[in-house]
């Protein structure tokens, strides 16, 4: 039988009365990519603040890897093996691309990371496991530059370094390639597509060929609900799912 990585079942978040999510239930294999979609305000990102803990559910349950973690912290889903890319902002700008993702890579074991004096051989590891990470994000040449002069691109690419370096179970990406250009796009699906080798990748997409190109499952939203989940041709194909961005064409050509 195969089993979730992250199961998340009838997940409900209310703002006061109004329902943002309401019952949706989320299955996410391993090495898989599993996109979310939906117009503008189904409650996708929501569903993100839900499952990574920004916000507290109202009802339902979040699992990773058969470890509940519905009531914990964000910070200690993270160490079950859930996160999140990190938002820009959270990039350390004035320290160089390497150190950000050394940073990171340590983050994942706090005491490690509070340790002033660490022995020369887990700095050496340390140290080639950032330069792989460096390699896999084309981002080799730049690795001594302030992570706060890179270009938007490859700011962004680096969020999902340093979400990598955590060495999580699932990662999830909300709007990764939004704001970029062409060329910044394509790179971006390919490292997204090639994350699925180590990780379960929860994405959030509104470029349809993206989308299209790299998801092992699609999962529409509407109105706080699934409405319907498939692979990309069974999903492109659904009559519901052409009608609910009917309603929405004008919203998504302004994103
Ligand atoms: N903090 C909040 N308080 C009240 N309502 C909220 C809050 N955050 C989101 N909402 C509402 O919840 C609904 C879902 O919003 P959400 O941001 O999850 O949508 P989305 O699917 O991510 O949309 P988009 O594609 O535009 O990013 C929207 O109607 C939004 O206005
Ligand atoms: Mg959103």
Redesign the pocket.
Known sequence: MTVAILEAVNIVKR??K?T?VNGVTLRVMAHTVHSVI??????????FHALTGVVPINEGSITVDGVEVSHLPGHKRVLKGLTRSFQVTSLFPNLSVHENLRLAAQGRNPAQALHLWRSAESLTAAGEKVDVLLERLNLSAMASRAAGELPHGQQRRLEVGMAMAGQPKVILLD?PTSGMGIEDISAMKRLIHDLREEYAVVL?E?NMDIVMDISDTVTV?QL?QVLVEGKPGEVSNDERVRHAYLGSVTTEDNA
């Open positions: 703002y006061g109004f943002a939906g117009p503008n305000g189904a409650g996708k990102t929501t569903l709007e959030i509104h939203m706080g």
